[in-house]
């Protein structure tokens, strides 16, 4: 794996090297016709991609802590993290734009565990000398957070090489995970195209992705179809599909649950993870004045194995939802299902920026097997430069479970969240965040612990 991070590491630096050489070449010609103009001045006249976000997390959990003899119980989590993106893209010159950013992520404190071991890291990995601790998964990290080269040669179409960001609509199915300090980004190749009135096509075959916990997958690729059609400015319906062939993304005790059910004797851990998702979203704002509008979203996708994958991959989901915005005010009711193939296979999302969706204490970035119904409401209210968000959770399975003690349920538990963001100027912006987690039915598969998280947050943009 070393190698193959090596050998594309400098494949990126091999591509960044040469379009530089290339543009300075054609920046010296030119300045025999055009010397107002360089690939220097493309250089001052670019952007930062620079920012500075220092954060305080805080987890109580309940339970004990994982693997600890004598047990005892779980020590509350208190992470100070700084995370630092340097970095800077060229204006565009003879049509190419160059952009490279460098990410550290520094852990101020060590009274917590940051997810990762020394082991292969799954969603169950945990830091070795840690485990008395509640988990925050915000490790240590230097790396290079994008680099990529830009071609606009062809009108309306953007072409981009390189490790970049990706987030496509909601960040449902495909998203950078930007709420942690390590962020997700892909290796590969995308295209943007605009010919089509109204429309945005985007197109990308990613090689290999950078996961939040620093594990760098390489083991397969992700196509990427996505066509959003603007019905008008604020509304739009959107056609996506995404071609997974990472045959194992670190979730295979997530996606499959512990030991061999199902699967021929194999075991789950090492499941073939590969699998495609097609899927339809409506989504928009319709205002009928000013100070009143319709708030709406209908989608639908069906997950099923490909590539290999494993033949219990086969699952659908869909979000119904509305509400009403009224001046600066919104309001609304959603009802999400990641269904459940008979206990064998759940919807996963593993691209998606998970922590938006289920309630911020993360007790369902993998999908338990028995799936997931939330029905949840959020309301926001904007005044002057100060934000206010709460929103509400009802979280329950797609069918039901065994219970800890026997029995049977369906009904994982409650959540609710709040925020209030104040943005001090264009450059800075705080934020103080709480989640609480409640449990209902115990989950005999794996309890959901009771959980409170608070974070504060302060960031630096250029």
Not at 96 to 110: C, E, G, H, T, Y
Not at 148 to 154: E, K, R, S
Request: hydrophobic letters at 35%.
């Amino acid at each position: 794996m070393k190698q193959n991070l090596t050998f594309k590491l400098n494949f990126l630096m091999a591509c960044t090297g040469l379009a530089i050489a290339s543009m300075a070449q054609s920046a010296y010609a030119d300045e025999q016709t055009e010397p107002e103009y360089t690939f220097l001045d493309s250089i001052k006249e670019g952007k930062p991609m620079t920012s500075f976000r220092f954060r305080y997390e805080n987890v109580q959990q309940d339970g004990n802590a994982p693997v600890l003899t004598p047990a005892r119980a779980l020590e509350d989590a208190n992470a100070f993290t700084l995370r630092s993106l340097i970095g800077w893209q060229t204006s565009p010159f003879h049509n190419f734009s160059l952009a490279a950013q460098l990410i550290n992520v520094a852990k101020l404190n060590d009274n917590y565990n940051d997810g990762t071991s020394f082991t292969p890291i799954n969603a169950a990995s945990n830091q070795p000398d840690r485990l008395g601790f509640a988990k925050v998964v915000d490790p240590d990290q230097t790396n290079i957070n994008q680099a990529y080269i830009d071609w606009m040669g062809i009108k309306n179409t953007k072409f981009r090489l390189g490790r970049q960001q990706t987030n496509l609509d909601n960040m449902r199915f495909i998203g950078d995970i930007g709420f942690r300090q390590v962020m997700q980004v892909f290796d590969g190749i995308s295209v943007t195209n605009k010919t089509i009135p109204d429309t945005n096509v985007y197109l990308a075959h990613f090689e290999s992705v950078n996961q939040i916990n620093t594990r760098y997958r390489t083991a397969g690729a992700l196509e990427i179809a996505n066509m959003k059609y603007s019905i008008s400015p604020t509304e739009s319906i959107t056609g996506y599909g995404y071609f997974s062939r990472f045959d194992d993304l670190g979730f295979g005790n997530g996606w499959f649950g512990a030991g061999t059910l199902n699967n021929n004797g194999k075991l789950n851990a090492i499941a073939n993870q590969s699998n495609k998702t097609l899927g339809l979203r409506l989504d928009g704002i319709h205002p009928f004045n000013p100070n009143l509008r319709a708030l709406y979203t209908a989608e639908y996708a069906k997950q099923t194995d490909y590539s290999g994958g494993d033949s219990r991959i086969d699952a659908h989901y869909y979000k119904l939802g509305g509400g009403v915005g009224i001046d600066a005010f919104n309001i609304r009711i959603d009802h999400e299902k990641l269904s459940s193939n008979n206990g064998k296979f759940s919807f996963q999302t593993p691209f998606g920026t998970n922590h938006l969706f289920q309630g911020w204490v993360d007790k369902f970035l993998a999908t338990p097997g028995d799936g997931i119904k939330d029905t949840f409401i959020t309301a926001t209210y904007r005044l002057d430069d100060f934000m206010f968000f709460a929103d509400y959770h009802l979280i329950n399975a797609d069918q039901d479970f065994a219970k800890v003690g026997g029995g049977t349920g369906n009904k994982y538990g409650k959540e609710w969240n709040a925020a209030v963001t104040y943005n001090v100027n264009s450059n800075i912006m705080t934020k103080l965040e709480y989640g609480k987690f409640t449990e209902s039915d115990q989950y005999n598969a794996g309890r959901i612990r009771d959980t409170d998280k608070l974070w504060l947050t302060a960031m630096y943009t250029f």
